[in-house]
């Protein structure tokens, strides 16, 4: 799998999001592992953010990728240039991370079907970037002859 176990837990944390976010949807509340989930997907959409702003800046600016960051950037702003209708410059691509972790704080200050819905709309926008970067959408088996 391209990406390993990090692209693997991001689409974990997504699903647990979205997960979430229905269960609000509906007038449920979130519990201490959603409010755990979010915050972790929000401070990934942040950190995303920075790298962007770090190389669209030539490096004086934002923070550059740590190695264990890096592939879980690379899905971040897969999921906001796929949901682009034109091309998207350093500038949108940073607002458009910093957007989607607007996002999913609101959900977790205000946790209402409103913001539930915008934040499912991001974890499943995460999700197909997941998807698209493991190449796979399932699990492969294989047979022996014999």
């Known amino acids: ?5 990090e692209l693997l837990d ?5 699903a647990r999001i979205a997960a979430a976010s229905r269960r609000v949807a509906v007038g449920g509340t979130l519990d201490e592992v ?11 959409l942040n950190a995303s953010a920075e790298v962007v702003r770090f190389f ?3 490096g004086r ?3 550059p990728p740590s190695n264990a960051l890096a592939s879980r950037v690379d899905v971040a702003i897969d999921a906001v240039v796929r949901r682009s209708e034109s091309q998207i410059d350093s500038a949108a691509l940073e607002q458009g991370l910093t957007s989607r972790a607007s996002v999913l704080a609101a959900l977790l ?5 409103d913001s539930a819905g ?3 709309a991001v974890c499943s926008d995460l999700a197909a970037a ?5 190449a796979r959408p399932g699990e492969l088996t294989s047979t022996f002859g014999g």
């Open 1 to 5: 799998m391209n990406g390993g176990s």
């Open 10 to 14: 991001l689409g974990l944390v997504a």
């Open 34 to 44: 959603d409010r755990s989930a979010i915050a972790e997907m929000q401070a990934l």
């Open 56 to 58: 669209g800046s030539e």
């Open 61 to 63: 600016q934002g923070s």
């Open 109 to 113: 200050s205000a946790p209402e079907p």
């Open 118 to 120: 915008e934040a499912l």
């Open 130 to 134: 997941v998807l698209r970067e493991t």
